[in-house]
């Protein structure tokens, strides 16, 4: 009986003993997973997308200014659009092909975060600064590294604003002074 006793308790030790390492080396693989550094090598097209989710992030937004939305609804869409561009941001970090074109999107994407900030803002003069710094950008990355592609959210963007742009100026043209006296009011509502 005596031996049985030494023996469950040997075998308890043991099994003690066994258990406390399986949790120690289970701690060891969570840390390790937690540290791995990840490198990616996108290819040229899997960048293009990466260029687009950038575009689209921001026109989303300025489409709702565009078309007068609440400001909530706008302080939004420029909030989802801040964290599309951070992931977009976060995997152009990881990547180790194409360096030019990847450090370009970096850039592209800090230009996008800024529009979608001043977006959000009250400083016209700053907003109006990143928006061309972006929209430039963009239509550099497209004509050097995608073929003069643009994204079709920017191409849909521009065509809108120029024609807005031109019915815009027709109206106030073909209204002389009483078209100014309108716009005086209209600007101060």
Not at 15 to 28: E, I, P, S, T
Not at 38 to 53: C, F, G, I
Not at 128 to 146: I, P, T, V, W
Request: proline residues 2%; positive net charge; charged residues 20%.
């Amino acid at each position: 009986m005596k031996k049985l006793g030494y023996l469950m308790m040997i075998l308890a030790a043991m099994l003690v003993g066994a258990g406390c390492g399986k949790q120690d080396n289970d701690a060891a693989k969570s840390s390790s997973q937690k540290t791995v550094i990840t490198s990616r090598k996108y290819t040229t097209a899997q960048l293009q997308k990466r260029y687009v989710a950038l575009a689209d992030a921001v026109v989303t937004p300025l489409n709702l200014a565009t078309y007068k939305q609440p400001a909530g609804v706008i302080k939004k869409a420029a909030a989802s659009g801040e964290k599309k561009v951070a992931k977009v941001a976060l995997e152009l970090a990881d990547n180790d092909s194409e360096p030019a074109l990847t450090k370009a999107l970096k850039a592209y994407a800090e230009a996008a975060n800024q529009t979608l900030k001043m977006l959000s803002g009250t400083d016209q003069a700053a907003f109006n600064a990143a928006s061309k710094e972006f929209f430039s950008q963009c239509q550099s990355l497209g004509q050097q590294y995608f073929g003069g592609q643009l994204p079709q959210s920017v191409v849909t963007f521009s065509k809108r604003s120029q024609a807005a742009a031109k019915a815009s100026e027709a109206g106030s043209s073909s209204q002389g002074s009483t078209g100014k006296a309108a716009g005086t009011t209209e600007s101060s509502k």
